[in-house]
Nanobody
Framework: QVQLVESGGGLVQTGGSLRLSCTAS????????MGWFRQAPGKEREFVAAKNWSAGRTTYADSVRGRFTISRDNAKNTVYLQMNSLKPEDTAVYYCAADPKIYPGDEYDYWGQGTQVTVSS
C-alpha cells in the first residue's frame, strides 16, 4: 500500500521558517515527480512546488519562488519543503503528492493527508 505522510507543520511567526517532510512508503519514488500543494480556508488548492530529479525539472509558484526549496533524501524516501521568510498568506494545509509523469499538472496519483501551517502576523 502506497502512503505519503507529511509532517513538520505548525505555528510560526511572520519571517520564520519551517521544514515540511513527506515520507513515502510502499514503493520508491526516486523517478517520480514530487509536488507540494496547499489549500487555505475558503480557497481552492494551489500548486506550490514540484521537482522531478531524473528529468532535472523544478517548478515553483511565483508566490513562493526564492523563499521555498524542495529537496529530497533518497535513503529516507523523504521529500522536504524548506519554507523561509514565511508570510501570513502562506497559512494553509500543505499536501505532498507523487506522480510518475514528468509534467503531472495537478493530476497526481498519490496524495498525503496534509499538514497545517499557520503563520501569525
Amino acid at each position: 500500500q502506497v502512503q505519503l505522510v507529511e509532517s513538520g507543520g505548525g505555528l510560526v511567526q511572520t519571517g520564520g521558517s519551517l521544514r515540511l517532510s513527506c515520507t513515502a512508503s510502499g514503493r520508491t519514488f526516486s523517478s517520480y515527480t514530487m509536488g507540494w500543494f496547499r489549500q487555505a480556508p475558503g480557497k481552492e488548492r494551489e500548486f506550490v512546488a514540484a521537482k522531478n530529479w531524473s528529468a532535472g525539472r523544478t517548478t515553483y509558484a511565483d508566490s513562493v519562488r526564492g523563499r521555498f526549496t524542495i529537496s529530497r533524501d533518497n535513503a529516507k524516501n523523504t521529500v522536504y519543503l524548506q519554507m523561509n521568510s514565511l508570510k501570513p498568506e502562506d497559512t494553509a494545509v500543505y499536501y505532498c503528492a507523487a506522480d510518475p509523469k514528468i509534467y503531472p499538472g495537478d493530476e497526481y496519483d498519490y496524495w498525503g493527508q496534509g499538514t497545517q501551517v499557520t503563520v501569525s502576523s
